[in-house]
């Protein structure tokens, strides 16, 4: 995740398809990393996010959440290119971390379960307040300081446990 994370910043504009191949894979390596610490480091991932001031606690819940939706609509049939605003070229354009998230209109909710539906319009609502209209460096530089604080936290837990036996 982090090695794709820094890729975003040698990645130039005038390539654009691996621009959006480099952010898609972000955006999935990003919240692949989240969904396994809370399902397998739900401790020390509490305690990472509890220890973050409110006010950064929910920018970084409700990022998080923005990124899933992005995760969830992007597929052949939904390209990246929706989400995404390239910057015109210039001072300032010329790498990808850049471009901004376009804000998008809400997702399907007829062919929904009542839970489908407020999940999605929960991840929608988070998209268009913590993503749309931010830069891509902004929104995966936030994400990854956090989870590779939760991630080393989760390491350290992990070597402990295993030294604790002998």
Not at 66 to 82: D, Y
Not at 104 to 117: C, F, I, T, W
């Amino acid at each position: 995740m982090t090695e794709t994370i820094e890729r975003l910043t040698t990645v130039k504009t005038r390539d654009q398809t691996r621009a959006f191949a480099t952010i898609g894979e972000a955006v999935w390596q990003v919240t692949l990393v989240d969904a396994t610490l809370v399902r397998h480091h739900l401790d020390s991932y509490d305690g990472i996010m509890a220890g973050q001031i409110p006010a950064q606690r929910k920018l970084i819940e409700q990022t998080l959440a923005g990124l899933r939706f992005v995760r969830n609509h992007i597929s052949p049939e939904s390209r990246l290119a929706e989400f995404i605003q390239p910057g015109r070229p210039g001072i300032g354009q010329a790498r990808v971390t850049s471009w901004t998230w376009k804000p998008v209109p809400g997702p399907a909710l007829a062919s929904l379960a009542p839970r489908g539906r407020s999940w999605e319009l929960t991840r929608h609502r988070a998209y268009q307040a913590h993503l749309a209209d931010h830069t891509i460096g902004e929104t995966f530089g936030r994400t990854a300081a956090f989870l590779n604080l939760a991630a080393a936290s989760a390491l350290s837990v992990t070597v402990k446990g295993a030294h604790a036996g002998r």
